[in-house]
């Protein structure tokens, strides 16, 4: 069985190729995707090799973790049935190439646990931003051991993961937070928040704050906004060290969050917030582009500053 799929070969090289894909196993269903979202934080370090080495690193490798198909194949202990639509988080079935996530792919073979059913009126665009809606819920809601909820005053970045962030921290039952843009293209788009250039604010008294920048010389920018006892959650991913001046976070006796990426309990929860009504994932996709078009879809997404969201679409993909 074959799959045709996205592969960075090495640092400013992707192609897409034809690979063999693993033989499912009981356990396993068969996947054949109808599209796959291009993430411009992750995927972005890989392409250009600045992502920080972790276990799982190398090349060739397939991306992707924000892909939505249909169950084709179903193994009797997958728990799954033919027939079902589900999100992939990612997929490892490349043989030799590495799938780092490995969902940008036509047909990916995965463990039945990990493909998660969507709602079937959902579109299918919109079920790829899940991943990315549970990275929002799970930067607000820390785990379990942890029961204070975080749901910020000031969200730093309106890409797509800061307009989720403030979509959730509504759907949480938080007042709309202010958002920070220096883009003037971005600062479109709000939904029922106020979006403004940081030169616009005065305050100096956030409790929370939520930074998806992803810049890493910001935190003395953020510390003096802070009330006495705040925090900053960092929920970007930063690619160079990250450091600030002490006295100003000693004299508000600042905390520091890194939120890490989203656990299932996080999907679930957004999930129930979409079913509910209280979330919605419209008007953020901007871009898209069948598969067989990837080399531009990439660069479009990684260079167009007015591309929010790229989609690939893989059903015309043999």
């Known amino acids: 069985m074959h799959t045709h799929a996205v592969v960075v070969e090495q640092p400013g090289q992707l192609s897409l190729r034809r690979l063999e894909l693993s033989a499912p196993g009981p356990a396993d269903v068969v996947v054949d995707m109808h599209c796959s979202g291009i993430s411009t934080g992750t995927e972005r370090l890989l392409w250009s090799g ?43 079935c490349y043989g030799e190439v590495r799938g780092l996530f490995g969902g940008s792919a036509s047909r990916v073979v995965i463990p039945g646990a990990r493909a998660v059913p969507i709602d079937a009126d959902l579109p299918a665009e919109q079920g790829a931003l899940l991943a990315l809606a549970a990275t929002a819920w799970h930067a607000l809601h820390p785990p379990a051991d942890d029961a204070v909820a975080s749901l910020p005053d000031l969200v730093v970045g309106h890409g797509v993961l800061g307009r989720l962030i403030a979509r959730v921290t509504v759907a949480a039952g938080g ?29 100096r008294d956030y409790a929370r704050i939520c930074d998806v920048s992803g810049a890493p010389a910001l935190l003395d920018t953020l510390i003096p906004r802070l009330a006495h006892g705040g925090e900053i959650v960092l929920a970007g ?19 520091l969050r890194v939120a890490a990426e989203w656990r299932a309990d996080d999907l679930l929860a957004v999930r129930e917030c979409l079913a509910a009504g209280r979330l919605r994932l419209d008007n953020l996709v901007t871009h898209r582009l069948p598969a067989s078009q990837a080399p531009r879809a990439y660069e479009t997404a990684f260079g167009d500053p007015d591309c929010l969201k790229m989609v690939l679409d893989w059903r015309d993909t043999a």
Not at 175 to 188: C, G, K, M, N, Y
Not at 249 to 254: G, I, N, S, T, V
């Open 175 to 203: 007042a709309p937070p202010v958002v920070w843009e220096i883009d003037s293209r971005r600062r479109a788009g709000a939904d029922g928040y106020s979006v403004i250039h940081p030169d616009e604010d005065d305050r």
């Open 237 to 255: 991913f930063y690619s160079e060290p990250l450091s600030f001046a002490f006295p100003a976070a000693f004299m508000r006796e600042a905390r």
């Open 50 to 92: 600045r992502m920080p080495h972790f276990p799982g690193m190398g090349y060739p490798l397939v991306p992707g973790y924000e892909s939505v198909g249909e169950v084709v194949e179903a193994g009797a202990d997958s728990g799954r049935t033919a027939g079902e639509r589900v999100f992939v988080p990612g997929a490892a």
